[in-house]
């Protein structure tokens, strides 16, 4: 339409409303759509199998491509030269049947100095008025492109089959481009391209070793006195041979990144490269003419290596290190360490609790110098925020008290939101006892003394300030305010015994909650009994277990219902009568219950598992302090059975799955006693052991409690070993005067085959490793002459500056008081030593008494000092051989010494005097 008709409407009626009346819209109701299905109707579908499509959508994104050149004229000498001539230049011209536009390329020629790549931008080009066709471009023929004539030579394969399918008409054979003699010239006069001598190695080894480096973990003892243990990782370049070992970073010592920069590493080699030194015999060193270098084949897992006289133990090496070696025909066999190795080094050493914050701020202090948020604190942060105003109210009278004191009342106030305690009074009238505040607001430990031992300084085994304090005492827990109990209250600070509340009694609101409230009250009424027994015997040190097994007369770990309640009313008498804890008696109907938890149907009728008891008194059995102070140094230092108990009292705390013998006994359907690999890892996924041991330490431990060699576990001698279930041991181990601060050694059988191969070198730490190295490098496994070797060495370090030899030739002298310029071998060691301690000299004792009984075949012998300092500073082991031999022939022995011949007065003494003769 025209611009007049858009603009302008068509009738005056569309402008302005006619005063005849209201317009009717009846006529244009059949125009609108009314229906969904006439909206639908009125939207264009696609096409269906064998119909048409339209031709913009079969051309869509499909490109000719054509090779073609153009001659182009250049001018040698510019405008007033008359030479010339021609240059042919390639280009691709792209044809797009969508819109029927062209586009030129040139492809980019290295050194050409003409300005290649997009020749034409897209664009449509006319022939004759029309836009190009696809039949336009004709192989062997010329196309006209905006003035500028292009020689069509060749297409693609997808434009031939365009126009065999299409166009209906078949391409004639490609042509060939003229040449113009440009490129040869070019190519002439090029620059030449350098090139780079060949290596020694082979042309493409390059390519294949630059990224490949193997990686070992090593460890050094100083085996001196004070020496301490450092690690490293040892990366060996196989391109060059090359080796580089990196110091691990550790807490409390400088970072010194690197022991040895990248470099070639020689064999034995005891002085560093240019440098002047090394032990020799004669006046030669043959090492410094033909130096051998450590290669990849020297590389061996348990081996030691020399790093210029400091012994490096190779103790494993990482996978792609092992699959490298595998193809060379060499199996790495990583050293086998210990199970508590495998966990990573132990933690740093935290103080004891001194009272002052919490122990969970002293541990996250203990750790590093910011305070760090440990997930306890994420936990206690949560339960405060649900715990927030609720607080149970407890009834209660003091206990041991004579007198009107045994009419006084107290309200327990327990803050469940951060599990704080005060004790209120209320006033009595005419009673003369002020009532109000008793007890401050704050968190308190229930008092448990082990046996009746007490916290004091000369039994520090409490948790207070200096050792005070019940050896068992923990935080009070609101379980501990049940009814008829007995609660010691105890200052965490001192350690200090404060007094004892008997519970009478709480209100509704405290019944409730702790009747309704899952989330603060998890466990069961039986755990809540079992925790109580266990407190009661654990206090008492009495060996449960053992008591159990004893009265199983058939050893099935399994008694019958009145046996299990008659060897606990014995044990609750033995524990009552030592008055150690103050924990009621159970009644009947809660020791009913626990036998039908803890109950078996056999043949025989109802039976207690007592040992499933016993694991479950284990977890619930208060820790002692010691204990808890081995808890805040790190988990490290603990064992694998230690820290799977941890995990298991976790679990218990929570309510969780905490029976471990009762899964591994449903994976045991014939029941045996003994699973296999598999269902033994998958008992421990079940109780999330996963997240404190790897799966290596996991087979090791397997391994320790295989008693039959054959692959499988003994899961009841393992789950005797997490469970001590012998409170006396376990307790005394912790007690013990020769283990506070140590580890101690608990746990049940082991395997059989455990000495054997503890004997054959596998299972040991890193500390046993690199001593027996140590051992056994030193010795240089018996040579005399490689040992004397390395002291004189040694020695001639310490002392063969001017001053040292001087200071010692001086000591020396002040023995040689006949100016016979000879020492003893008393006088000798006696020398070193006040040079040694003079000017502070690290000299090893070993090498100092291995020259000193050397040299001095015995005490009486004596050298001279002067040619004794000559021969060891010199480092001539053949001279110090000769000058001892010299000493052992010019040597008389004292007694003979006397013996002189009397001629005179032979008819007294038959002609000899023996002035020490017995005789």
């Known amino acids: 339409p025209s611009r007049s008709r858009l603009m302008r409407p068509a009738s005056a009626s569309m402008v302005r409303p006619s005063t005849a009346g209201p317009v009717s819209l009846a006529p244009l109701a059949s125009t609108w759509r009314t229906t969904s299905g006439e909206m639908a109707s009125s939207i264009p579908r696609p096409a269906t199998a064998g119909s048409s499509r339209p031709k913009w959508e079969v051309e869509e994104k499909q490109v000719l491509r054509f090779y073609s050149y153009f001659a182009e004229t250049v001018y040698e000498g510019g405008s007033n030269d008359t030479r010339s001539g021609t240059r042919i230049r390639q280009c691709t011209i792209l044809y797009y049947l969508q819109d029927q536009t062209c586009s030129v390329d040139e492809p980019k020629t290295a050194n050409s100095g003409l300005p290649q790549g997009r020749f034409m931008k ?50 004639p054979p490609s042509l060939g481009i003229p040449d113009d003699g440009y490129g040869d010239l070019r190519a002439s006069r090029g620059i030449p391209k350098k090139s780079r001598p060949q290596s020694a190695r082979m042309k493409g080894e390059f390519y294949n070793k630059d990224l490949l480096v193997l990686t070992f973990k090593c460890a050094y003892q100083d085996d001196k006195l004070y020496g301490e243990r450092r690690d490293y990782l040892m990366y060996y370049y196989v391109l060059n041979d090359t080796i580089e070992i990196k110091e691990v970073a550790a807490q409390g010592r400088h970072n010194f990144p690197n022991l040895l920069r990248r470099q070639k590493l020689p064999k034995n080699s005891f002085y560093v490269p240019n440098g002047i030194g090394g032990a020799i015999e004669g006046g030669k060193d043959d090492m410094r003419e033909d130096v051998e270098y450590v290669t990849w084949k020297d590389l061996i897992c348990g081996s030691s290596l020399n790093v210029y006289g400091r012994k490096v133990l190779l103790v494993s090496c990482d996978n792609t290190t092992i699959e490298w070696f595998a193809k060379q025909g060499i199996v ?17 050493k935290v103080p004891a609790y001194n009272g002052y914050g919490s122990e969970d701020d002293l541990y996250a202090m203990g750790m590093s110098l910011e305070p760090a948020i440990i997930d306890r604190k994420l936990e206690d942060f949560a339960r405060f925020m649900r715990a927030k105003g609720k607080v149970l109210r407890f009834l209660a009278k003091l206990v041991g008290v004579s007198g009107q004191d045994k009419d006084r009342e107290f309200v327990i106030n327990y803050f469940l939101a951060t599990d704080q ?19 401050g607001k704050g968190r308190y430990k229930k008092f448990i003394a082990a ?18 304090g019940g050896a068992l005492s923990r935080w009070i827990k609101p379980t501990d305010f049940f009814l008829n109990a007995q609660v010691t209250f105890e200052m965490p600070s001192t350690g200090s015994k404060l007094f004892t509340l008997h519970v009478k009694g709480y209100d509704d609101y405290t019944k409730k909650i702790m009747e309704s409230d899952k989330d603060e009250f998890p466990q069961s009424s039986t755990d809540l009994d079992v925790s109580r027994l266990s407190e009661k015997f654990t206090a008492t040190k009495l060996p449960i277990r053992t008591i159990f097994a004893e009265a199983d007369k058939f050893g099935k770990r399994l008694l019958t219902v009145d046996e299990f309640k008659t060897c606990i009313k014995a044990i609750e008498k033995e524990a009552t009568e030592a ?21 078996v149907e056999t043949e025989e009728g109802m039976m207690v598992n007592y040992d499933d008891l016993v694991d479950l008194m284990v977890l619930a059995a208060p820790r ?20 799977m108990l941890k995990v298991m009292r976790t679990h218990f705390d929570s309510a969780g799955t905490a029976r471990l013998r009762s899964s591994f006994r449903e994976k045991d359907p014939d029941g045996s006693g003994y699973i296999d690999s598999e269902a033994y890892k998958t008992v421990l996924r079940k109780h999330k052991f996963h997240v404190i041991m790897t799966e290596r330490a996991a087979d090791a431990l397997r391994m320790q409690y295989d008693t039959n060699a054959d692959g499988t576990l003994d899961y ?3 789950c005797d070993a997490i469970h001590p279930g012998d409170f006396d041991k376990y307790v005394d181990a912790y007690l013990g005067p020769k283990t506070y601060g140590e580890k101690p050694k608990i746990g049940g059988p082991k395997n059989p085959l455990a000495s054997t191969v503890k004997t054959a070198g596998e299972g040991l730490t890193t500390e046993e490793y690199l001593k027996k190295m140590n051992a056994t490098n030193f010795s240089f496994s018996g040579d005399l002459k490689k040992q004397l070797v390395r002291a004189f060495n040694s020695f001639s370090s310490c002392f063969a500056r001017h001053n040292r030899k001087k200071q010692l030739r001086k000591h020396m002298l002040a023995f040689d008081i006949y100016h016979l310029g000879t020492v003893t071998k008393a006088q000798f060691l006696s020398a070193i030593d006040d040079v040694t301690a003079e000017f502070f000299i690290d000299f090893d004792e070993r090498d100092r008494d291995l020259i000193a009984d050397y040299l001095f075949a015995n005490d009486e012998i004596k050298l001279d000092y002067e040619k004794l300092l000559d021969a060891i500073c010199s480092r001539d082991v053949k001279k110090a051989e000769a000058l001892r031999n010299a000493s052992m022939e010019s040597h008389v022995d004292i007694d003979k010494q006397f013996l002189v011949v009397d001629e005179q007065r032979a008819r007294d003494f038959g002609g000899t005097l023996n002035l020490f003769s017995g005789k």
């Open 579 to 599: 008055g150690t804890v103050k924990v009621y008696d159970l009644p009947d109907d809660e020791l009913n219950q626990i036998c039908v938890d803890f109950g």
């Open 451 to 468: 046996n009746g031992i007490d916290g004091e300084v000369e039994t520090p085994v409490g948790g207070g300030r200096g050792g005070r």
């Open 624 to 643: 002692t302090a010691r204990e808890y102070e081995r808890d805040r140094q790190g988990t490290f230092a603990f064992s694998v059975e230690e820290r």
């Open 332 to 348: 790495q066999k990583p050293l086998k360490l210990s199970v508590e190795e495998t966990e990573g080094p132990a933690g740093p």
């Open 421 to 439: 305690v005060s004790v209120y009074e209320p006033p009595i009238r005419n009673s003369g006892i002020v009532g109000g505040l008793f007890l």
């Open 716 to 718: 009841n001698s393992m």
């Open 122 to 171: 897209r664009m449509k080009c006319l022939k004759d008025g029309r836009p190009l066709e696809p039949t336009d471009f004709a192989i062997g023929e010329e196309v006209t492109i905006n003035y500028r004539k292009f020689m069509v030579v060749d297409a693609d394969r997808k434009t031939r089959e365009y126009f065999r399918n299409t166009v209906g008409s078949a391409l």
